[in-house]
């Protein structure tokens, strides 16, 4: 039940880019497309899932034993940084048609906070092994579902009749804020 | 002469919200009111001042392929050093900010002015850029924080003008992405003019 409690609360109420305001870059910047936000997505789904993990397990036998604690934010980056490299070397000598899929999303998701943002909260919010991972999959999902939604929003927009002024970032943000609203009806769920 | 357009750009022409439209997450979270805005765009000039000084003095001794690793640990390094002094002297903001503090290190302004000026440029004008952005940060914010806490809660820098409740969807989140799409909006219209 807490498990299903932590999925819902996620990807709906807690939503990572319509109520934490994390992630903002990628989702204003790959949503023009369904297909590459979707594309961003999995990406997304597949490091946050794997960052959490590996920081989950530092911060718990290495960091937190040594009292290395402040090290903290230094130790998830250049994890974080790794990792990605990493994935992206991997899936390039065993998966080329995966890497194909992702590889412009993979360098980009180092700098999406929402990666550094979940690994810190799942430590402040002390969460075991297995909540971590059930939190960091069900954010990405999160993650995914509103990148997915806004791309279908803007793809919509492109052919309406915008003020001048309006054009581009502008508008899009405003559509945001009023996804962001439609969000909030959710918050009665949990 | 030419240290004063190194400085001036960031508050208004190339100023890093509004025009450039790096670092969105932290100027969406903490501009619920004034105070947080104001707060975090300090904390942040601090970093890109700091890294932009020490950059600009090691550029000749870090290796190109190993670059953005190595400006990652720098600025990692002093993102921490205002995390726990911020602790320490100002533990209300701090508590308020959260987990914004630590994401200053993925913020693309710092990692975008090391890469993009300090990188190429000696330490005085590169401390100046770093001082010019990070004010044009805390400018935008401070401006974004009091437009949301004044239609929001009403007051100003916690100073209470008038009674009531204010329109409660500009502090919470809907309201922070329609602010900042109006704000942008505006700053478009005003650079084309000139």
């Known amino acids: ?190 | 002469m030419n240290q004063w357009k190194n400085f001036t750009k960031g508050l208004i022409k190339e100023n890093p919200i509004l025009v450039l439209v790096l670092g969105t997450c932290p100027t969406l979270a903490v501009t619920t009111s004034a105070v947080n805005g104001l707060g975090m765009g300090l904390a942040t000039t601090f970093v890109l001042v700091m890294s932009n000084i020490f950059i600009s003095l090691l550029k000749n001794l870090i290796s190109d392929n190993i670059r953005i690793p190595a400006y990652i640990v720098i600025i990692a390094a002093f993102v921490t050093i205002i995390d726990l002094v911020m602790q320490a002297y100002l533990p209300d903001i701090h508590e308020s900010l959260g987990i914004f503090i630590p994401l200053i290190v993925v913020n693309c302004i710092v990692l975008g002015r090391a890469e993009a000026f300090a990188n190429k440029n000696n330490v005085l004008s590169s401390t100046v850029d770093g001082l010019g952005m990070g004010l044009g940060f805390a400018l935008a914010l401070t401006v974004m924080g009091s437009i949301r806490e004044i239609l929001g809660s009403l007051s100003i820098f916690g100073y209470k003008f008038a009674e009531g409740d204010g329109i409660l969807i500009f502090v919470l989140a809907p309201g922070a992405f329609i602010v900042f799409g109006f704000l942008m909006a505006i700053a478009q219209k005003l650079i084309k003019k000139k």
């Open chain 1, 1 to 190: 039940m807490e498990y299903v409690l932590i999925i819902i609360t996620a990807i709906f109420v807690n939503n990572i880019v319509l109520a934490q305001f994390l992630g903002i870059c990628p989702f204003l910047g790959v949503s023009k497309k369904v297909e590459t936000a979707l594309g961003m997505g999995a990406a997304v789904i597949f490091v946050m899932v794997l960052a959490t993990t590996v920081t989950w397990l530092v911060q718990t036998y290495i960091l937190g034993p040594l009292g290395l604690d402040f090290l903290r934010t230094l130790a998830f980056i250049l994890i974080i940084a790794g990792l990605v490299q990493m994935v992206e070397i991997i899936l390039k000598k065993i998966a080329p048609a995966l890497y194909q899929a992702l590889g412009i999303f993979l360098p980009l998701i180092t700098t999406n906070c929402a990666v550094l943002g979940i690994a810190l909260l799942t430590i402040q919010n002390g969460y075991d092994l297995g909540k971590s991972v059930v939190f960091a999959t069900a954010t990405a999902i999160g993650f995914t579902f509103a990148l997915v939604l806004f791309a279908g929003i803007r793809e919509q927009m492109e052919t309406s009749d915008i003020p001048e002024g309006l054009k581009g970032t502008p508008i899009a943000l405003i559509t945001a804020g009023l996804l962001a609203m439609a969000f909030m009806g959710f918050s009665g769920l949990v």
